[in-house]
């Protein structure tokens, strides 16, 4: 029999990928999978199979954990609290995982992936940023919680995968995010010059779950981004596509980004968006490539066309 994985966050956006693709190894490669889920029935039922089991458990609740964690020989961590309540981000992100990852180390887990993410860093300008190489610099209640997270993970021997923009089916952040921004601007906007870090939410599952069982896996922290970063100019014509497919109408004028900001003055939270966009935002780093023999995936223009219809099916339902 193959390793005992415990996967949390497995109704998540990502966790789910992992979960996904665990267990479509596990039918090759002899595995254990247990799934932490604080609603078991809300799992797919494409998950729970040969080898695979759901278990009930809350990161609030160090004895759900522990019985989560028994006999397990790895940990891939997905879970976490994204925005809204700032206590509510404290006790899962930052007290949950070290609850978490005392469960396994108690269990006598052998191995700690957890799925972070590289706005820990901060708000850029960051271009061709190497690992080890950026202070900690979270800017909201989220991040800080999810470094602290980070923390209990590494001072475990743990490992730490870091991704900025993560796409791809069952997003229902970042591009519809960006098409809800580009819709409520009168034309296109020129975002500048910027570069961002980019990767498919495949690409990145398969990641977490490689560096989970990689005899090579290190521990601290990696960034996980495609290796070739993304002009701002072609992640503004994907949310362009769709948002000309959802309303079938041609657009204005291009809006450049004084115009952009001076037509959102008062709104804080596209405003933040805009300036995201316009700063690199660029994580170089390919240890996961080149040491852990993973596959970072296709490139933002082929992974975006096959997602798309997926993204269309979202929006025409929004």
Same mark, same amino acid.
């Given at each position: 029999?193959?390793?005992?994985?415990?996967?949390?966050?497995? /109704?998540?956006?990502?966790?789910?990928? +992992?979960?996904?693709?665990?267990?479509?190894?596990? #039918?090759?490669? *002899?595995?254990?999978?247990?799934l932490?889920a604080?609603?078991?029935?809300?799992?797919p039922?494409?998950?729970?199979?040969?080898?695979?089991e759901?278990?009930?458990g809350?990161? &609030?609740?160090p004895d759900?954990?522990?019985?989560?964690?028994?006999?397990?020989?790895?940990?891939i961590?997905?879970? @976490?609290?994204?925005?809204?309540?700032?206590?509510?981000?404290?006790?899962?992100?930052?007290?949950? /995982? &070290?609850?978490?990852?005392?469960?396994?180390?108690?269990?006598?887990? /052998?191995?700690?992936?957890?799925?972070?993410?590289?706005?820990?860093?901060?708000?850029?300008?960051?271009?061709?940023?190497?690992p080890?190489?950026?202070? =900690?610099? *979270?800017?909201? #209640?989220?991040?800080?919680?999810?470094?602290?997270?980070d923390?209990?993970?590494?001072?475990? !021997?743990?490992?730490v995968l870091?991704?900025?923009l993560?796409?791809?089916a069952?997003?229902?952040? +970042?591009?519809?995010?960006?098409?809800? =921004?580009? !819709?409520?601007?009168?034309?296109?906007?020129? %975002?500048?010059?910027?570069?961002?870090s980019?990767?498919?939410?495949? @690409?990145?599952?398969?990641?977490?779950?490689?560096a989970?069982?990689?005899?090579?896996?290190?521990?601290?922290?990696?960034?996980?981004?495609?290796?070739?970063?993304?002009?701002?100019?072609?992640?503004?014509?994907?949310?362009?596509?769709?948002l000309?497919?959802?309303t079938?109408?041609?657009?204005?004028?291009?809006?450049?980004?004084?115009?952009a &900001?001076?037509?959102?003055?008062?709104v *804080?939270?596209?405003?933040h968006?805009?300036d995201?966009? #316009?700063?690199?935002h660029?994580?170089?780093?390919?240890?996961?490539?080149?040491?852990?023999?993973?596959?970072?995936?296709?490139?933002?223009?082929? %992974?975006? #066309?096959?997602?798309?219809?997926w993204?269309?099916?979202?929006?025409d339902?929004?």
């Amino acid at each position: 029999m193959g390793p005992r994985i415990l996967i949390t966050g497995a /109704t998540g956006f990502i966790g789910a990928r +992992v979960a996904a693709t665990a267990t479509a190894a596990s #039918a090759k490669e *002899p595995a254990h999978v247990r799934l932490l889920a604080r609603a078991p029935a809300a799992v797919p039922g494409e998950f729970p199979g040969p080898g695979t089991e759901t278990v009930p458990g809350d990161l &609030r609740d160090p004895d759900s954990l522990r019985r989560a964690c028994e006999g397990i020989d790895v940990l891939i961590h997905c879970a @976490s609290a994204i925005g809204g309540d700032a206590e509510l981000a404290r006790a899962v992100n930052d007290e949950g /995982t &070290r609850a978490l990852v005392d469960a396994a180390v108690s269990a006598g887990a /052998t191995r700690i992936v957890s799925l972070s993410t590289a706005s820990v860093h901060g708000r850029g300008p960051f271009r061709a940023a190497a690992p080890g190489t950026l202070p =900690l610099a *979270p800017g909201s #209640a989220t991040s800080r919680t999810r470094a602290a997270g980070d923390r209990h993970v590494m001072d475990a !021997g743990g490992t730490v995968l870091r991704p900025h923009l993560v796409y791809g089916a069952g997003d229902r952040q +970042v591009i519809p995010g960006l098409v809800r =921004l580009l !819709g409520a601007l009168p034309g296109p906007l020129d %975002g500048g010059t910027s570069l961002h870090s980019l990767i498919d939410v495949d @690409s990145l599952a398969g990641t977490l779950l490689g560096a989970a069982l990689s005899p090579a896996t290190a521990p601290g922290a990696y960034y996980v981004q495609h290796p070739d970063p993304v002009p701002v100019g072609e992640l503004l014509a994907a949310g362009e596509e769709l948002l000309t497919r959802r309303t079938g109408r041609g657009r204005g004028a291009v809006v450049d980004m004084a115009t952009a &900001r001076a037509l959102f003055a008062g709104v *804080p939270f596209a405003l933040h968006h805009l300036d995201m966009l #316009a700063t690199d935002h660029w994580f170089a780093d390919d240890r996961p490539w080149r040491e852990l023999g993973c596959d970072p995936g296709p490139g933002f223009t082929a %992974g975006f #066309a096959n997602h798309l219809p997926w993204y269309s099916g979202l929006l025409d339902h929004s």
